[in-house]
């Protein structure tokens, strides 16, 4: 199979037209919110989210049928993103509180997993989703949701990042930390909550922690960060899937859809870090060695500190 | 030993080591970190079970790789360890379900890598865990003034001469061996919670390093025995039981702090000036 079939003719098989276009949806508006989510450094907190949707989806399933899954995401998703903004703020062991919330929320779905028949097949679809088998009726729901959460962000922006950099100066400027920290979350959630029934908490945390780091590694400029991470959560999904058919149908290696294209998110972001780090040390050595070996190793110990 | 037993006595080891070591993670703040390598180690237990060699080797080698890639992304401009920890975390899980898919005949389940099965541990493991608990121990005697020091005073730590990175070695290494050490029980995406809830109960019951270091360990041991019990009476996994175990633990302590700060006893304020009645 030529790349070019892989690239353009797989998506003429409806299946395939239709994860594609969930899948640009989708990893566009998460690589919008995922750009906050890297400013706020969030990315706990969104894999928190990730799991705590995950009962909801169990009961969903078991109350509803497959009609539930989406409304019994939603509701675990709003309580996980209400619980993780009040123990972000309360202060107290706030990442060790996040992981005992997320674990527990799991726990709790994988006992109500456990009770049906289906238990692995349950886990799995959970975690890893199944890209190419969304059924059509699926897809509007997907789109209202997470343009819904396109709409909370795009509303917000200007005070999120103020927030993200400015924390002291954004509450003095009369904004309301909370009322912020709610809506970012509540945007995240309903993200995990589209994407979580369909492709999977795994892949949804994907597309909102990769596209925005790629963003900050490729420019310093602010209002760029979002088109770009867009751009290239768009560009990543498509290729994912056209590697995953390529892989399948080309090559009869079954790789999951899913996790191919998460393979392909971090393989790009692979190649953007090591590029990134290429060009400043070429910038470095186009400078003549500006800084003295001391002050740069002390430079680097203060970008350490502000890493941890 | 019945099946029981063990299962009893693996949940006891493991769950006095993970507090034990996740204090250390509780207060320096890797809750992530250690997530990202619970999630990242799975790659390495699935080709371990492939390859047919012990799972808590492949996923130790796995770790090993981990936790220098993670350190190398946390130093880049722009990124930092939450970045790292995101990055590590999904593509760890990625090319583990890759390889579980691409492996045709493997032996063990991939669902009993993720959420555990403590009914089927080997004495290994347990020796494992156990080693791993011994050798946390002898290092936080030897060394507990430094990592004390270096937790609660990085300026300081660093300002009076000392070096950062052993410290952080050390720790990152523990935390690592500990999750290695809890994979066989309660699988990669619970394992954190062994971690994370006991110390975290801890640290609100007690108000010292050491006492936190003594009440983690036995609240870990305590989830473990009654999760496990709880797993036979209810006919429920084992791994999600004792999750929620440790969870009622934390949230029991942090009822009991809430409850204990409310003025029970609430006196009157005394009054002596005018001034005084106002404000009162």
Redesign the interface.
């Known amino acids: 199979m030529s790349p070019a079939d892989a690239l353009f003719g797989a998506f003429s098989l409806p299946f395939m037209w239709r994860a594609l276009v969930v899948m640009l949806v989708l990893s566009v508006i998460a690589g919008v919110v995922g750009v906050l989510v890297n400013l706020r450094s969030l990315e706990f907190i969104t894999d928190g989210l990730t799991h705590a949707v995950f009962p909801g989806l169990a009961v969903g399933l078991a109350v509803g049928g497959a009609s539930g899954v989406l409304p019994g995401a939603a509701v675990a998703a709003l309580i996980g993103a209400v619980l993780l903004t009040w123990l972000m703020r309360s202060g107290i062991a706030s990442d060790a509180g996040i992981a005992v919330v997320l674990t527990a929320a799991f726990s709790v779905g994988v006992i109500v997993v456990s009770k049906s028949d289906d238990y692995a097949g349950a886990l799995e679809t959970l975690l890893f989703g199944r890209v190419l088998t969304i059924p059509p009726s699926d897809v509007v729901p997907l789109v209202v949701v997470s343009a819904i959460a396109l709409l909370l962000v795009a509303l917000t922006a200007k005070q999120q990042v103020f927030r993200a950099f400015d924390a002291a100066g954004s509450r003095a400027a009369g904004n309301s930390a909370f009322a912020l920290d709610l809506t970012l979350n509540v945007a995240v959630a309903l993200v995990v909550v589209a994407g979580a029934s369909t492709v999977g908490s795994l892949l949804v945390l994907a597309l909102l922690v990769v596209p925005g780091a790629v963003a900050r590694l490729l420019t310093g400029r602010l209002w760029l960060l979002f088109p770009l991470a867009g751009v290239f959560a768009a560009l990543a999904s498509w290729f994912g899937l056209a590697a995953g058919f390529a892989a399948s149908v080309g090559a009869g290696i079954d790789l999951p859809a899913g996790s191919t294209i998460v393979a392909v998110f971090v393989v790009a972001y692979g190649v953007v870090l090591v590029g990134r780090l290429i060009r400043d040390a070429a910038v470095r050595r186009a400078q003549g060695r500006p800084t003295a070996p001391g002050e740069a190793k002390s430079s680097v110990a203060a970008s350490g500190e502000g890493a941890a | 030993m019945t099946y029981f037993e063990r299962a009893m006595l693996a949940a006891i080891v493991i769950g006095a080591v993970g507090g034990f070591v996740g204090c250390l993670v ?1 207060l320096r ?1 890797r ?2 970190f ?2 990202a390598l619970t999630h990242g180690t799975y790659p390495g237990a699935v080709a371990a079970a492939a390859l047919g060699v012990s799972v808590p080797l492949g996923a130790a080698a796995a770790s090993v790789v981990l936790v220098l890639v993670m350190t190398g ?15 590590v ?3 760890g ?3 583990g ?2 390889l579980a ?2 492996v045709p005949s493997l032996p063990v ?3 009993s890598l ?2 555990g099965s403590i009914l089927t541990v080997t004495d290994g493991d347990i020796l494992l865990a156990a080693l791993v608990g011994v050798v946390a121990l002898l290092l936080v005697v030897l060394f507990g003034r430094s990592i004390v020091f270096s937790t609660f005073d ?1 300026a300081g730590f660093r300002a009076a001469g000392y070096r950062e990175w052993p410290i952080e070695l050390l720790v990152l290494g523990l935390t690592a061996a500990t999750v290695v050490s809890a994979l066989p029980a309660v699988g990669a ?2 394992a ?2 062994l ?3 006991p ?2 109960a801890a ?2 019951v007690t108000s010292t390093y050491r006492g936190m270091l003594v009440v983690a360990p036995v609240i870990g041991a305590a989830s473990g025995v009654l999760g496990v019990l709880a797993s036979r009476a209810f006919a ?2 084992a ?3 004792i ?2 175990t ?2 009622a633990f ?1 949230v029991i302590a ?1 009822g009991g702090s809430k409850l204990r700060a409310l003025p029970w006893r609430a006196s009157a304020i005394p009054v002596e000036t005018a001034e005084d009645a106002r404000i009162a």
């Not at chain 2, 992304?73 to 990055?87: M, P, T, Y």
């Open positions: 509780v703040r809750t992530f250690a997530q992304i946390a130093r880049v401009r722009n990124q930092g360890a939450q970045v790292a920890a995101g990055i975390l999904t593509g899980f990625a090319a379900a890759i898919a691409i389940q991939p669902e993720l959420v990085q995406i619970l954190i919670a971690i994370a809830a110390a975290a640290r609100i429920i996994a791994g999600p039981a999750v929620l440790a969870t934390l942090l």
